[in-house]
T-cell receptor
Framework: DQQVKQNSPSLSVQEGRISILNCDYT??????FLWYKKYPAEGPTFLIS?????DKNEDGRFTVFLNKSAKHLSLHIVPSQPGDSAVYFC?????????????FGKGTKLTVNP | GAVVSQHPSWVICKSGTSVKIECRSL??????MFWYRQFPKQSLMLMAT?????????EQGVEKDKFLINHASLTLSTLTVTSAHPEDSSFYIC?????????????FGAGTRLSVL
């Protein structure tokens, strides 16, 4: 069973508009959530994170919102730029076996059109 | 900062041979390193967690004797795929984390694409 779900495999937006990427999770033990960005043939790059005790974290054009009651988080990118085109992975963290482990969603491919 | 280097980026080998993949943290000491495997259009699946100087902890369903992990120093972990077969062909990615950098954030290498003929 998938503990972290990204139900939209792809998203296409126009340059300058807002991109909203969504993520749902099932395990209430997750205490930290992260977004990673991945270009083809590269490893994921850390983008932004949020603790489970917060509901919003902002870093420049990127904002992550967390709704614990709905077990839902979203990443907002505004304004979107063509260079933002990549696959975005949502990840959730929980301590398992003494280590903080990440569980990843399948990713959403974002395409920002000029 | 927080750069992780993975080598090689791509390897092709014959069935039955062994392949070693290296993962290095270049500018920080990694208390914990992780090895993932990714199939096309799938999420990253954690294979094992390794702490420096101790045995790796493998996820359920991952064969310890097949995927040998060594974490001999705070900056180097290796994954050896032993007696590789075509079904082992995949994208392998390592990550590292350090309490000195940011506890919950894993920093990833660029990945290794393994093709077994």
């Amino acid at each position: 069973d998938q503990q972290v779900k990204q139900n939209s495999p792809s998203l296409s937006v126009q340059e300058g508009r807002i991109s909203i990427l969504n993520c749902d999770y099932t395990n209430s033990m997750f205490d930290y959530f992260l977004w990673y960005k991945k270009y083809p043939a590269e490893g994921p790059t850390f983008l932004i994170s949020i603790s489970s005790i917060k509901d919003k974290n902002e870093d420049g054009r990127f904002t992550v919102f967390l709704n614990k009651s709905a077990k839902h988080l979203s990443l907002h990118i505004v304004p979107s730029q063509p260079g933002d085109s990549a696959v975005y992975f949502c990840a959730a963290s929980a301590v398992q076996g003494g280590s903080e482990k990440l569980v990843f969603g399948k990713g959403t491919k974002l395409t920002v059109n000029p | 900062g927080a750069v992780v280097s993975q080598h090689p980026s791509w390897v092709i080998c014959k069935s039955g041979t062994s392949v070693k993949i290296e993962c290095r943290s270049l500018d920080f000491q990694a208390t914990t390193m992780f090895w993932y495997r990714q199939f096309p259009k799938q999420s990253l699946m954690l294979m094992a967690t390794s702490n420096e100087g101790s045995k790796a902890t493998y996820e359920q369903g991952v064969e310890k004797d097949k995927f040998l992990i060594n974490h001999a120093s705070l900056t180097l972990s290796t994954l050896t795929v032993t007696s590789a077969h075509p079904e082992d062909s995949s994208f392998y990615i390592c990550s590292a984390t350090s309490g000195m950098v940011a506890k919950n954030i894993q920093y990833f290498g660029a990945g290794t694409r393994l093709s077994v003929l």
